[in-house]
């Protein structure tokens, strides 16, 4: 079994319930056995040039951001493809630019370092985002990057704020179970 590493992410809503559902239906997969889930996280939006793309905010919605880890028998890319189905299961609108109902992101799959058309491993931007971050450091704070050789709470350490890095710890309202 492979240990893998799972974001979480939803602007749509109550941000938690779409987590929690995505986390039930990772549980619902053959081959996935889900592990622990951290505490949920609120972010404040990124803008559009945050993300490199010239344009003004694209959202006035908070996010919900949560990490998870599971072990799978399933490989790197179908592993993709069941969580692009739980996505698509649960209203995913895949523009760049959109609010959401959830994100699932890939990062870690045991210390594989994938670069693909469709799958990069680990994660491309998750050393420099406090949202992905502070999760992981919850639940895995001396897991390492393979390429980086950091760990999750080094990497979260050595992180700049910048005003746009608002992010806070809150709570599931009841615990999350996987089925």
């Known amino acids: 079994m492979s240990l893998v590493f799972i974001a979480l992410g939803s602007n749509i809503g109550d941000g938690r319930q779409y987590l929690e559902k995505a986390w039930k239906l990772l549980g619902n997969v053959k081959g996935i056995t889900p592990l622990t889930?951290?505490?949920?996280?609120?972010?404040?939006?990124?803008?559009?040039?945050?993300?490199?793309?010239?344009?003004?905010?694209?959202?006035?919605?908070?996010?919900?951001?949560?990490?998870?880890?599971?072990?799978?028998?399933?490989?790197?890319?179908?592993?993709?493809?069941?969580?692009?189905?739980?996505?698509?299961?649960?209203?995913?609108?895949?523009?760049?630019?959109?609010?959401?109902?959830?994100?699932?992101?890939?990062?870690?799959?045991?210390?594989?370092?994938i670069a693909e058309e469709r799958l990069i491993l680990p994660h491309p931007e998750m050393h420099k985002r406090h949202f992905v971050l502070a999760p992981l450091a919850d639940i895995a704070p001396d897991h390492r990057h393979p390429a980086l050789h950091l760990s999750s709470s080094a990497m979260l350490r050595a992180l700049p704020f910048a005003g746009r890095d608002v992010i806070y710890r809150t709570a599931w309202e009841k615990e999350v179970t996987p089925k």
């Open 37 to 113: 889930l951290s505490a949920p996280y609120m972010s404040k939006p990124v803008r559009k040039t945050d993300l490199h793309v010239e344009c003004q905010d694209f959202s006035e919605q908070w996010f919900t951001n949560a990490v998870g880890a599971i072990e799978t028998n399933l490989d790197p890319q179908t592993l993709l493809e069941a969580t692009m189905g739980i996505e698509n299961t649960l209203g995913r609108n895949r523009e760049l630019t959109v609010d959401r109902t959830i994100d699932l992101d890939l990062l870690y799959y045991d210390d594989l370092v």
